[in-house]
């Protein structure tokens, strides 16, 4: 079993539409929470960082923690074609904060 | 422009010679690591470096080498490329000395493909 598992899709949506991706984890110890944004043939871009459990927003970008069910998610209001992109999910402990774990990522295409 | 640059950025090989895939950052990072990228794993790290001298193993190290001499620098090297290192590489650098400030800095990626 991976110890960061997220749907690789591809998730199409019409412009305007809520995005909505998860992903789940094994490691209790997972602490640091990140969604990066990769467009094609581009590295990966952080978009969200969050610390522990709740929410924080971003404009039209919303992370949430559920350390209790180990559950991550991240929401894209009012979605744009400029979002059409692979979303990761990333985590990290305290203890080996050296270390992300990435989870496989997420194709979301915004059709205008 | 602060950026990590990675060269070649695409290179095709042939099983058993040697290759370096060459990492830089122009931002004073202390921490730098290796990714390599593959449908359906996503990104999986290889080799991490916490400062000058200072490297460690990541997930997937086997078949990989690393050093760090200078701050900026942090090559990637195949001793002996097989088939299955065939894959898209990034490297990374972040500011604090661990992964944990979460703001990595990707290179823009090296297509490398073993035959």
């Known amino acids: 079993q991976k110890e960061v598992e997220q749907d690789p899709g591809p998730l199409s949506v019409p412009e305007g539409a809520i995005v909505s991706l998860n992903c789940t984890y094994s490691?209790?110890?997972?602490?640091?929470f990140m969604w990066y944004r990769q467009y094609s043939r581009k590295g990966p871009e952080l978009l969200m960082y969050?610390?522990?459990?709740g929410n924080k927003e971003d404009g039209r970008f919303t992370a949430q923690v559920d350390k209790s069910s180990k559950y991550i998610s991240l929401f894209i209001r009012d979605s744009q074609p400029s979002d059409s992109a692979t979303y990761l999910c990333a985590m990290s402990s305290i203890s080996n904060d050296y270390k992300l774990s990435f989870g496989a990522g997420t194709t979301v295409t915004v059709r205008a | 422009e602060a950026q990590v640059t990675q060269n070649p950025r695409y290179l095709i090989t042939v099983t058993g010679k040697k290759l370096t895939v060459t990492c830089s950052q122009n931002m004073n990072h202390e921490y730098m690591s290796w990714y390599r990228q593959d449908p359906g794993l996503g990104l999986r790290q290889i080799y991490y470096?916490?400062?000058?001298?200072?490297?460690d193993k990541g997930d997937v190290p086997e078949g990989y080498k690393v050093s760090r001499k200078e701050k900026r620098n942090f090559p990637l090297i195949l001793e002996s490329p097989s088939p299955n290192q065939t894959s898209l590489y990034f490297c990374?650098?972040?500011?604090?000395?661990?992964?944990?400030?979460?703001?990595?800095?990707f290179g823009p990626g090296t297509r490398l493909t073993v035959t």
């Open positions: 990374a650098s972040s500011p604090t000395s661990g992964a944990s400030s979460g703001e990595q800095y």
């Open positions: 470096s916490m400062n000058v001298e200072v490297t």
């Open positions: 490691n209790s110890a997972f602490q640091y």
């Open positions: 969050t610390y522990s459990s």
